[in-house]
């Protein structure tokens, strides 16, 4: 079956920086999107960026442009997203999450998602 | 940027009950609309897509509706395990831009 499994939750100082990573399985990991979405505490869903896995291009959301960075390793069919500059605003569950469609960016649904990490960002 | 707006913020109903939940997209998203549920300690599930499609394993008492701007999420009759958030999502956008929904608690009258 499709599974995406994440690394654990991690506690950083302001400044720092997080690398998460996500490791998929049961398909074919180049043929589908990866999205990265994050919740803060008791607060709602905002994505943050798009991954190909295939050639390795990415987009990312406005706000987050200049601090994060997505990658991939094909070899690990595993995603990665990197946040730099972290401050206390960034403490929150950080979810992959993989387009439902194959090779579709910009139209399709998220499905499965992975079980999330905790970044915790605190001095 | 697409704005989602969810109402209510917060739903009370009793079990057994139904339960209407509404989604409106700042610009038409034609059928490119998603739901997802959320319960405390867990990642969002899928429930619905193209606006009205359950996806694989979601019971027939959850159902969506809608296109362009104005969206519903019903669910028939309310069972113990459906109290949780619900967000909506567009997916109509390229560059991608993905927005969510506020979302929506459904809790126990």
């Known amino acids: 079956q499709v599974q995406l499994v994440q690394s654990g939750a991690e506690v950083k100082k302001p400044g720092a920086s997080v690398k998460v990573s996500c490791k998929a399985s049961?398909?074919?990991?180049?043929?589908?999107?990866m999205h990265w979405v994050r919740q803060a505490p008791g607060q709602g869903l905002e994505w943050m960026g798009i991954i190909n896995p295939s050639g390795g291009s990415t987009s990312y959301a406005q706000k987050f442009q200049g601090r994060v960075t997505m990658t991939r390793d094909t070899s690990t069919s595993t995603v990665y997203m990197e946040l730099s500059s972290l401050r206390s605003e960034d403490t929150a569950v950080y979810y992959c999450?993989?387009?439902?469609?194959?090779?579709?960016?910009?139209?399709?649904?998220?499905?499965?998602w992975g079980q999330g990490t905790l970044v915790t960002v605190s001095s | 940027e697409i704005v989602m707006t969810q109402s209510p913020a917060t739903l009370s109903v009793s079990p057994g009950e139904r339960a209407t939940l509404s989604c409106r997209a700042s610009q038409s998203v034609s059928s490119n609309l998603a739901w997802y549920q959320q319960k405390p300690g867990q990642a969002p599930r899928l429930l619905i897509y193209g606006a009205s499609t359950r996806a694989t394993g979601i019971p027939a008492r959850f159902s969506g509706s809608g296109s362009g701007t104005e969206f519903t999420l019903t669910i028939s009759s309310l069972q113990s395990e459906d109290f949780a958030v619900y967000y909506c999502?567009?997916?109509?956008?390229?560059?991608?831009?993905?927005?969510f929904g506020p979302g929506t608690k459904v809790d126990i009258k």
């Open positions: 999450a993989r387009a439902a469609l194959i090779a579709a960016a910009g139209t399709s649904w998220f499905d499965p």
């Open positions: 999502q567009q997916y109509n956008n390229w560059p991608p831009l993905f927005t």
């Open positions: 049961g398909y074919t990991f180049t043929s589908y999107y």
